[in-house]
Nanobody, 123 residues
């Protein structure tokens, strides 16, 4: 139903910034709540942030509050993750995800996934 493609990952130093993008296929992007997850080697997948269909409501995990910002542009079928003040512990593969239900703050509501983009923060 929806295909998601992440981009924008890379290598940055501690304290640096990256902006991830997730492009969704189709013309009904606005029906999905969107989110970002991440997974580091040897760790469980973490729910980072979610955003409601119209972008009016957002959820952030405690470990990114004040540093990461999720946003979306429904006209461009794109969701973004602005990551500032990056730390080595942010190193992970970051996945874009979509939920047909508008449960943007509920991890289990996300059922569509992108391929992931690697973010590496060096110290």
């Amino acid at each position: 139903q929806v295909q998601l493609v992440e981009s924008g990952g890379g290598l940055v130093q501690t304290g640096g910034s990256l902006r991830l993008s997730c492009a969704a296929s189709g013309r009904t992007f606005s029906i999905y709540a969107m989110g970002w997850f991440r997974q580091a080697p040897g760790k469980e997948r973490e729910f980072v942030t979610g955003i409601s269909r119209l972008g009016s409501s957002k959820y952030y995990a405690d470990f990114v509050k004040g540093r990461f910002t999720i946003s979306r542009d429904n006209a461009k079928n794109t969701v973004y993750l602005q990551m500032n003040s990056l730390k080595p512990e942010d190193t992970a593969v970051y996945y874009c995800a979509a939920s047909f239900a508008n449960n943007y703050a509920v991890q289990s509501s996300y059922g569509y996934w992108g391929q992931g983009t690697q973010v590496t923060v060096s110290s």
